[in-house]
């Protein structure tokens, strides 16, 4: 069972990625998913998660700005992030979530310059 969470990179303010989470050993789309980051001297913090009713969330910093989804025929969640800004830089982290399971990805670490 695992999470690869992959895309990260430097970019420049007002620039975007792509993340990538892909998960092997279970079936996402059973699970609520999200995106959490944890910035240099920080807690983690949640970004975005799509719940398992289907109702999506998303922190006020990053509203309008990133989108999350999935693409359950290949098992993976993604986050794309407009817009960036120097203080998105964190290393960002996918986890899933379902009754008596919670896993998480390594981490991808997102950099914005100014």
């Known amino acids: 069972v695992q999470l690869q969470a992959s895309g990260g990179g430097l970019v420049q303010t007002g620039g975007s990625l792509r993340l990538s989470c892909v998960a092997s050993?279970?079936?996402?789309?059973?699970?609520?998913i999200g995106w959490f980051r944890q910035a240099p001297g920080k807690e983690r913090e949640g970004v975005s998660v799509?719940?398992?009713?289907?109702?999506?969330i998303y922190a006020e910093s990053v509203k309008g700005r990133f989108t999350i989804s999935r693409d359950n025929a290949k098992n993976t969640m993604y986050l794309q992030m407009n817009s960036l800004k120097p203080e998105d830089t964190a290393v960002y982290y996918c986890?899933?979530?379902?009754?008596?399971?919670?896993?998480w990805g390594q981490g991808t670490l997102v950099t914005v310059s100014s």
């Open positions: 050993g279970f079936t996402l789309d059973y699970y609520a």
């Open positions: 799509i719940s398992s009713d289907g109702s999506t």
């Open positions: 986890r899933a979530r379902g009754i008596g399971y919670d896993y």
